[in-house]
């Protein structure tokens, strides 16, 4: 497995290329990380960012993480147990929350991007690159810590 270093620089990447929140994460963590290769993502984290479509919920380098624990440990029948996935997802919120203050979009950035009057603020502000980036780097680090954590104790 790549080093966190490089799986936050091609976070990062896919990020400055226009990438979205949620889409940067996920294709760092699928792609970089896992070497897991699909059409299919970025896709699927599309409609995440923004906080679920700009409305300023969930951030969305969370939700694309949230997704890579999905692919990594989720289940592929009703039989199988999701324990394992919640009991990581529930601890990597803990963290980004507590380093970040929030897993809010809206609170995270500072603009409500469900307005034009906030969708002019994040960009004159440039939160974008002055704020998500950090977001983007910070949720993929705790990712990749939690993974090293799992792999170490076995969790």
């Known amino acids: ?9 091609k976070a990062l990447s896919y990020f400055n290329s226009g990438f979205n929140c949620a889409e940067s994460t996920l294709l760092a963590i699928a792609k970089d990380a896992m070497t897991l290769n699909s059409d299919l993502i970025p896709r699927i984290a599309t409609g995440f960012g923004g906080g679920i479509s700009r409305q300023g919920y969930i951030c969305g380098a969370v939700s694309g993480v949230i997704m890579g624990f999905g ?6 029948c009703p039989e199988e147990f999701t324990a394992k996935t919640y009991r990581r997802v529930v601890k990597f919120c803990r963290q980004f929350q507590a380093r970040f203050g929030s897993i809010i979009c809206k609170e995270l950035s500072g ?18 690159q002055q704020r998500c980036r950090y977001l983007v ?13 799992s792999n170490k104790e076995g969790w």
């Open 1 to 9: 497995m790549k080093s966190t270093a490089e799986i936050v620089n």
């Open 71 to 76: 692919l990594k440990y989720g289940r592929s």
């Open 111 to 128: 603009c409500d991007l469900s307005t034009i009057e906030g969708i002019r603020k994040f960009r004159e502000e440039n939160v974008f």
């Open 137 to 149: 780097s910070g949720a993929i680090e705790i990712f990749m810590g939690l993974i090293d954590e």
